[in-house]
């Protein structure tokens, strides 16, 4: 089992930062990519960025593109998401996730494992 930590939620003014952390931990060998979702409230939990082995495999949603930034230290087993120009549509709990399987990444089912999540509430 693989479990996920995230860390850095919070209240942000729009147009502010916020760096959300993931840790993972126990049985990390073999996870092929690293990814977050967001769900806001009464919608669907959504697609957020990802990022396989290398950096040059970061896939973002189109509404985060520009804004947002994954980055991933494979020896630490951590994941990290850089989000900027916060708006308030930008406000949700936000999800890591890890992937030991292939498929296509922006799909939830694809990842295996999930954390508890973390509250971004970006304020106007």
């Known amino acids: 089992q693989v479990q996920l930590e995230e860390s850095g939620g919070g209240l942000v003014q729009a147009g502010g930062s916020l760096r959300l952390s993931c840790a993972a931990s126990?049985?990390?060998?073999?996870?092929?990519?690293m990814g977050w979702f967001r769900q806001a409230p009464g919608k669907e939990r959504e697609f957020v960025a990802a990022q396989g082995w290398s950096a040059f495999t970061a896939n973002y949603a189109d509404s985060v593109k520009g804004r947002f930034t994954i980055s991933r230290d494979n020896a630490k087993n951590t994941a990290s998401l850089e989000m900027d120009s916060l708006t308030p549509e930008d406000t949700a709990i936000y999800y890591c996730?890890?992937?030991?399987?292939?498929?296509?990444?922006?799909?939830?089912?694809?990842?295996?494992?999930w954390g508890q999540g973390t509250q971004v509430t970006v304020s106007s």
């Open positions: 996730a890890a992937a030991k399987s292939t498929g296509s990444y922006r799909q939830a089912q694809t990842y295996d494992y």
């Open positions: 126990g049985r990390t060998f073999g996870i092929y990519v």
